[in-house]
């Protein structure tokens, strides 16, 4: 700005401000379109993340938002889980860890004549967990906020399906085994799916609490593996 001063200072003074009283309103616009801009950017944000998938045949719409895990797409571990759950249509089950659903909503499809439970620790994940029951019309699943099993103590199960979060912890992970292994009907099925790197430690957890673990899936980043009570 002081360069151009410098350069209109020896011109006709009504000219020069002219042409700055012109300058004001050019920066002035530029200015608020960028914050105009920067607006409507934070406000797309703010918008649902919507998508469609078809998992195990079922057609289905989701809503997440950002924070959530895996927003825009049903994340690779969780798709592989669910092409080795073994479902009855009168399963009780139970999607532990849900986010926003797509592991539960799956299961409370495959098994119409149950009921299936959602939980989360994490209250966005089961509002949107709560809103994309309802907006996939899914009468027999609800989503509950609950650490674990802490709220929930009063159920059993015949199938549990988790996409294990590798952060919590193995103190939570084994929390997670021993409350299921106690919350499950005879004969029930505890799938996991965990990164690979976990699958010793599962597998040594599955054998000292259930008696039993069974490798379905490994690959290159994730394992699907499961225990029967």
């Known amino acids: 700005m002081l360069r151009y001063n410098a350069i209109f200072t020896r011109g006709d003074d009504a000219q020069h401000e002219k042409i700055l009283f012109i300058f004001s309103l050019r920066l002035r616009d530029l200015c608020v379109n960028r914050d105009t801009m920067s607006k409507d950017s934070i406000d797309k944000l703010r918008e649902d993340i919507v998508f469609n998938a078809t998992l195990r045949g079922q057609p289905l719409t989701f809503h997440s938002t950002w924070g959530t895990f895996s927003p825009r797409e049903v994340d690779e571990g969780s798709l ?44 966005v994940a089961i509002d949107y967990a709560q809103k994309n029951i309802a907006l996939n019309k899914i009468t027999n699943a609800e989503a509950l906020l609950s650490n674990g099993f802490d709220r929930i103590r009063d159920r059993r199960f015949d199938v549990i399906a988790s996409n294990l979060p590798a952060k919590v912890g193995n103190e939570m992970l084994t929390l997670f ?41 490994q690959g290159k980043h994730y394992t699907v593996a499961m225990a029967t009570q």
Not at 197 to 214: A, S
């Open 80 to 123: 592989l889980l669910l092409d080795y759950v073994d479902i009855n249509p009168n399963d009780h089950c139970l999607d532990l860890g849900c986010g926003y659903g797509p592991i539960g909503l799956t299961l409370a499809k495959l098994a119409p004549q149950g009921n299936t439970t959602l939980v989360d620790r994490d209250y």
């Open 177 to 217: 085994m021993h409350d299921a292994w106690q919350q499950m009907n005879p004969g029930a099925r505890f799938y996991v799916v965990t990164i690979t790197g976990l699958r010793k430690y599962i597998e040594r957890n599955f054998k000292e609490i259930f008696g039993n673990y069974k490798k379905l899936k």
